[in-house]
């Protein structure tokens, strides 16, 4: 009996999406593995292709001759048991291919990419070998791209025999290595070494004791010196007598910010909890231990010590011989979080960053398949930890959209969340201060567990939050970021050498209208979604039914001339705030500011150590910041977010008010909050004032019940794209009928519109939204219309299914 190799190949297309036979040669077969990475011959021209080994088969239905499998990339499995069948659970529930699910598994050094050679097969004559191939055997292809000349050229070369282009897989997974060094002899023969040493070859004497207390290991040179006391040219002599080997050791690239850690006897030592985290706790512990997959939702005020609650159940699951994960909406904007994660686990911990480099991230996941860290704490695609024996899995901030991935596959962390929970038995806890009101619904009915703090750790209230109208500010002083109160409260604290924090809200951009005068921003009568400007048309559209009207010039609600497109920028709001109070030392905190890798952290340090009174920054600045001296925090332009087209806009204005609100007054010292909106009367806004999320989240949800939204309905959304606008309206047209005829009745359809971004990188968007409560032909008619899509009346039609969109832009 032959066995053969079923293997996902790696040429996205739908044909492809299923995995093909090859057959594995002999010498391969004792090697071979389920999630090793293998190169194959694929399709006519047999160009090879990296491919993954999903399984073993003995039989297939395939007519043809079956290919032999090529080589085999990996000494071991690169996807274990449990992510091959996630991968496969991920493609099917985001509409994507499994190969880009596999590949979105693991560390880029592992995504090998194929790469084309020109090659030089016959005799070319001397003028054309030296222009093109720079008079050397082969090329490579991409040399070319740019120069259609050379194209043709090798095109004729080809037909004629005299070049041939060749796929080549290449693996740019490196381990790092360093000098290290074993003994080659015994105890025994090294003892005799030393009794024939001269009496005054005191280095080689120690080399030799040296030696004798390493046999049987490898160590790093640098450290066998340090550790000796010899210098690298004694080792050498060493080496010359035959006494040690030197050899390669792999080491792993750890990244710098780890340099200052405590080692692991000064770790630190878990607080005291107050009963409502010690009840948090419990529940949790108990989970761990029983392995049941609940999922907890743990709603707890800012300032309420749920990061301790996470650190202590993380504490029981290793105690339980078990492993954890712990996510963080995005890493480089809560360093201190992080931080006290490697304080309380020391080297036990792993942290998967977006900033690291390729090699350090790659070193750090090939300590977590090894089985050398224990906690792993990382973003959003952290979540594929190749972690084994999983016990407790947290995601922190679970509200937050940066879960969802907005490129293919479209995976939401919390739903992966809950898929390894369930594979591992171990529980998973999403933790935050405003829920998301799809987690919330679940926790009230019953289907996650339901956790809270309700009270801040110092026992204080909450701090006070004053709303300033904006309106009457800029009647009285003209335009400005500042208003008179924000700037009393600001010299307050810089006399009492108190800090302060000033968000910019820069979410969303100056697309759409709002009065100055009453606030009014423009909205669909459908919809009640605002309005999208677009400069082409020169119109105001809605994106989810279409709606067009002109772009006002006075404002429908009070009539006043001021209706502007909305937007400002942190620089020019610096600017003033530097001319206002001269005196104030000021760290900005932007995009541009911290685009430098570890700038980040830097600008935050500085703060900490109060080398500035007042840190301006864009919403990088609401989450998880802890800095004791911070007693007033002001928010200057509550209103952007409110104005997006998009259902889950008062939701994000709320999450985000509360969540930089929460940066004040954590210590001892009373803190304040000063929103200045030109909305004063927005729930969002006023909830937010009032600390009150239960108020918020009854509101909201009866709007959402009333609008057919989440929680209520799931949404997807299917966007269509090609340079030709009427192409892209035409296929979602076909779409749009394809849906009809299949979908139920209850199911609600909107669109086809264009985009609200319609035009991006010179490709035209249309885009339907389905809204539905269950639909059991959903599922199916989504995957025919990718099965479609691939079709020749599609020719270069992009499109794309979003199952749950954060966002409808
Ligand atoms: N049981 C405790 N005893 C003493 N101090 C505590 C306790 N739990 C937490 N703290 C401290 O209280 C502060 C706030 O806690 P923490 O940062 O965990 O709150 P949080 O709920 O995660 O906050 P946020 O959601 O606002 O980021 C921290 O400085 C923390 O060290
Ligand atoms: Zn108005
Ligand atoms: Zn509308």
């Known amino acids: 009996m032959v066995e053969l190799a079923q293997v996902v190949v790696d040429v996205p297309t739908m044909q492809t999406n299923q995995p093909y036979t090859y057959q594995v040669p002999v010498i391969l077969e004792k090697k071979l593995q389920v999630g090793m990475r293998v190169v194959v011959p694929f399709g006519n021209g047999h160009r090879q292709v990296q491919g993954f080994v999903v399984g073993f088969t003995d039989s297939t239905d395939y007519a043809g001759k079956l290919k032999p499998i090529q080589a085999v990339m990996d000494l071991q499995p690169v996807v274990n048991q449990e992510l091959l069948a996630l991968s496969k659970w991920l493609a099917d529930t985001t509409y994507s291919f499994w190969i880009a699910c596999l590949y979105t598994m693991l560390p880029n050094l592992l995504k090998g990419k194929s790469k084309r050679i020109v090659r030089v097969i016959d005799d070319l004559d001397e003028q054309t070998y030296f222009d093109l191939f720079n008079g050397k055997d082969e090329r490579d292809y991409t040399d070319f791209a740019n120069n259609p000349d050379a194209i043709n050229q090798l095109l004729k070369l080809k037909r004629a025999g005299k070049v041939r282009i060749d796929y080549e897989v290449t693996d740019r997974a490196r381990a790092k290595t360093v000098m290290g060094l074993t003994p080659l002899l015994s105890f025994e023969e090294l003892e005799d070494a030393r009794t024939s040493l001269h009496a005054n070859a005191h280095a080689q004497n120690r080399l030799l004791s040296y030696l004798q207390s390493i046999i049987g290991k490898t160590v790093v040179q640098k450290e066998a010196e340090r550790r000796a006391q010899l ?57 761990v231990k029983d392995q049941t997959a609940t999922t907890f939702l743990l709603q707890g005020v800012t300032g309420s010590g749920k990061t301790e609650v996470y650190l202590q159940s993380i504490s029981q699951a290793l105690a339980r011989g078990r492993t954890a994960l712990m996510l963080v909406p995005e890493i480089s904007l809560t360093p201190q979080i992080v931080n006290r994660v490697r304080r309380r686990f020391g080297s036990q911990v792993a942290v998967l960053h977006s900033s690291l480099s390729s090699g350090e991230r790659y070193d750090e996941w090939r300590r977590i398949e090894r089985g050398e860290a224990k906690v ?4 959003r695609s952290a979540i594929f930890a190749p972690l084994t024996n999983l016990g407790l899995i947290i995601l922190d901030e679970e509200h937050e959209s940066s879960y969802k991935q907005d490129e293919s596959p479209r995976y939401h962390a919390r739903e992966v969340a809950k898929w390894r929970g369930k594979y591992n038995n171990a529980p998973v806890v999403l933790g935050s201060a405003t829920p998301s009101l799809e987690s919330r619904a679940r926790a009230l009915k019953g289907v996650y567990r339901f956790l809270r703090l309700p009270h801040r750790v110092n026992k204080q209230p909450l701090p006070p939050i004053q709303i300033v109208d904006m309106r009457p500010e800029i009647k009285k002083r003209g335009e400005s970021n500042f208003s008179a109160p924000l700037l009393y ?76 497109y909305y937007g400002t920028g942190t620089e020019k709001v610096e600017t003033e705030l530097r001319q206002l109070i001269p005196t104030a030392r000021i760290i900005r905190m932007d995009v541009d500011t911290t685009r430098r890798k570890g700038m980040h952290e830097k600008l935050l340090r500085k703060f900490g150590n109060h080398e500035a009174d007042i840190l301006l920054g864009t919403q990088m600045i609401a989450k998880g910041l802890d800095f004791p001296n911070v007693t007033l925090v002001g928010v200057l332009n509550a209103d952007t977010g409110l104005g997006l087209p998009d259902f889950r806009a008062s939701e994000r204005t709320f999450d985000l008010l509360s969540q ?97 971004i319609a035009r991006m990188k010179r490709r035209y968007y249309y885009q339907i939204v389905i809204k539905y409560k269950r639909d059991p032909a959903l599922h199916r008619v989504l995957f025919e219309i990718l099965q479609n899509t691939q079709s020749k009346s599609f020719k270069d039609v992009q499109v794309s299914i979003d199952p749950d969109p954060q966002y409808f832009m």
């Not at 792993?376 to 973003?379: D, S, T, W």
């Open 231 to 287: 210098s690298s040219s004694t080792f050498n002599q060493g080496a010359k007598k035959g006494w040690l080997k030197k050899v390669p050791v792999e080491v792993y690239r750890r990244p710098e910010s780890q340099v200052a850690l405590p080692d692991d006897h000064q770790l630190e030592k878990p607080l005291k909890l107050n009963p409502d985290q010690q009840e948090a706790v419990d529940q949790i512990g108990a989970a």
């Open 376 to 379: 792993v704490v990382g973003a």
């Open 489 to 564: 409260e600001l010299n307050q604290r810089l006399a009492r050498g108190e800090q302060s924090i000033l968000m910019l809200n820069r979410r969303g951009f100056s697309s759409f209208m709002m009065c100055r005068d009453c606030g009014e921003v423009l909205k669909c009568p459908n919809c009640d979604i605002s309005l999208t400007l677009h400069m082409d048309t020169r119109t105001m559209k809605c994106h989810y039914c279409g709606h067009e009207e002109p772009i006002p010039q006075i404002c429908p609600h009070c009539h006043s001339r001021h209706i502007r």
């Open 660 to 756: 930089v609100s929460g940066r004040a007054g954590r210590a001892n010292k009373q803190g304040q909050v000063i929103i200045q909106t030109f909305n004063p009367g927005h729930y969002a806004i006023k909830d937010a004032q009032a600390h009150d999320y239960e108020r918020f989240f009854y509101q909201e949800m009866s709007l959402r019940h009333q609008a057919s939204y989440p929680p209520y309905y799931y949404t997807v959304r299917l966007m269509a794209s090609h340079p030709e606008e009427r192409t892209a309206a035409q296929a979602m047209a076909k779409i749009h009928d394809q849906l009809q005829k299949a979908l139920a009745p209850s199911t609600i359809i909107l669109g086809p519109t264009p985009r609200a």
